[in-house]
């Protein structure tokens, strides 16, 4: 056995733990079927047997046999939960889980059942949805597996060839949370964490997202998630006087606060050298800022860089004031001093926002001359949950009014119903967007089974 060298494993394989002697890497159910891939054998002329039956079933599997390494199963019962694995002579896959079933969105990315162990070692659920378009013309997605007080330390990357229509598996990355995918000078970057508040990682891939090499150390969190560390958030690296800039807290839910911070690296230097990054030190929350809710806040977290019309950058938060006066409709806007990068941000505004409960991203549309936002849509008759999704612009950025539902599931349980943590991008008349779905009785709204793509196409008609 030979040390580890590169950031990247297809697949990851903790010792001592049961992977399965053939690895399926993708599951992707749908209404009365569920496709499933896997990782080919050595040798040539390998045949699999595919197999599966209904969870908790006393009958024997039924079998398929076939030369590729992927599979659809159709006829099945939607609802139903399914026994899933692949077999090549005396080898097999880990049993899988799967449930068909319809899920909101055009294609399913990937999907994990709730119940299903094969990343226990990390968590079960799928969180962090990340979605970058590589310069040879392909589609990345990215997503990790948390669980609440789990390691969440993996990451799976997927592909697509055909603009988002299918996804094939790439890689894993490990440790790795919390990621954001981007592109820069025509390299493929992870910026992430090694897990909940742990080390800030920056690590590059040549080929496309298949192999990673050691990333760097940017900052050292606690690795603890009872302890105050890095916090971060799939937000979208910006380009501004002439430096890269993203954006994290230093915090923990535990400790009752997340504190504003944002990195930054000149954009000719080289990123993979921990020197060349700055930091503006963490500015906890001040109930006494201007316009704060009345009440016990925790405060701000997973920021976004914003630059507004007044030609200065921004990062604007999400604010966690449930339970306040008022108990929704504000974000936290703090301004940074790009001349001055390890200067602390500094309070700006609040604004109103009608999706400050969960994590958001702000674009601008040069075409539009608009601010475009995908949130979990709260108002006076929406004001908590996550099963109303929206596109929302504003000409300022700070008045917004809703274009569009995208995803409007009320009349569903808030408690079990989840589309949120959307990562987007704006590409010629369409929006591109990744969200971390809960749907078809996932463990509960917030711990996602299902990674979706969405393309919202000819959005200006809309505005």
């Keep these: 056995m030979k040390g580890v060298t590169q950031w990247s494993f297809r697949p990851y394989k903790p010792l001592l733990f049961d992977t399965g002697e053939i690895y399926i890497c993708r599951i992707c159910p749908g209404p009365g079927r569920i496709a499933l891939d896997w990782l080919p054998l050595e040798g040539e002329n390998r045949r699999y047997a595919v197999q599966w039956r209904k969870r908790g079933s006393d009958s024997p599997f039924a079998s398929m046999e076939t030369d590729r390494t992927g599979a659809e199963l159709t006829g099945l019962e939607d609802g139903a939960d399914y026994e899933l694995r692949v077999s090549s002579g005396d080898l097999h896959s880990r049993i899988r889980l799967a449930r068909p079933g319809f899920v909101p969105g055009d294609s399913v990315v990937n999907y994990l059942h709730p119940e299903d162990g094969a990343y226990s070692f990390s968590g079960h659920c799928l969180c962090s949805p990340s979605l970058a378009r590589h310069p040879d013309g392909f589609l990345l997605a990215s997503m990790d597996v948390f669980q609440g007080g789990a390691p969440q330390d993996l990451t799976l990357i997927f592909r697509s060839d055909d603009d988002g229509r299918s996804w094939r598996y790439v890689s894993e990355l490990f440790p790795c949370f919390w990621g954001k995918l981007f592109v820069h000078r025509g390299a493929l970057y992870m910026l992430s964490c090694s897990t909940e508040y742990g080390d800030l990682l920056i690590g590059r891939s040549d080929d496309g997202g298949a192999t990673f090499g050691m990333p760097t150390v940017l900052l050292r969190g606690s690795s603890g998630f009872r302890q105050k560390g890095v916090h971060k958030n799939p937000q979208p690296v910006v380009r501004y006087g002439g430096r890269l800039w993203a954006t994290l807290e230093w915090g923990s839910w535990a400790s009752?606060?997340?504190?504003?911070?944002?990195?930054?690296?000149?954009?000719?230097?080289?990123?993979?050298?921990?020197?060349?990054?700055?930091?503006?030190?963490?500015?906890?929350?001040?109930?006494?800022?201007?316009?704060?809710?009345?009440?016990?806040?925790?405060?701000?977290?997973?920021?976004?860089?914003?630059?507004?019309?007044?030609?200065g950058l921004y990062d604007v938060m999400r604010y966690e004031i449930e339970g306040c006066d008022p108990p929704f409709g504000l974000a936290c806007v703090m301004k940074v001093f790009p001349d001055e990068p390890e200067r602390p941000l500094a309070f700006h505004k609040m604004i109103r926002f009608p999706g400050n409960h969960a994590k958001f991203e702000i674009r601008y549309d040069p075409v539009s001359r608009r601010y475009l936002s995908i949130v979990c849509y709260l108002d006076e008759n929406h004001p908590s949950g996550r099963n109303l999704l929206s596109l929302i612009a504003s000409e300022d950025g700070e008045r917004w009014t809703k274009v569009k539902d995208l995803f409007d599931y009320r009349d569903l349980s808030p408690a079990e119903v989840g589309f949120q943590y959307v990562d987007f991008f704006i590409e010629g008349e369409d929006i591109l967007f990744l969200c971390r779905t809960a749907f078809n009785r996932a463990a509960n709204f917030h711990d996602a089974n299902y990674s979706v793509f969405t393309r919202i196409r000819r959005f200006r008609e809309l505005l």
Excluded at 265 to 270: G, L, S, W, Y
Excluded at 271 to 296: C, H, I, Q, R, T
């Design 256 to 311: 009752g606060t997340h504190a504003a911070m944002c990195a930054s690296v000149d954009e000719n230097a080289d990123l993979l050298d921990a020197g060349n990054w700055s930091f503006a030190p963490p500015v906890p929350y001040d109930p006494a800022w201007e316009g704060a809710a009345k009440g016990n806040s925790p405060g701000c977290i997973e920021g976004c860089l914003t630059v507004f019309p007044d030609g």
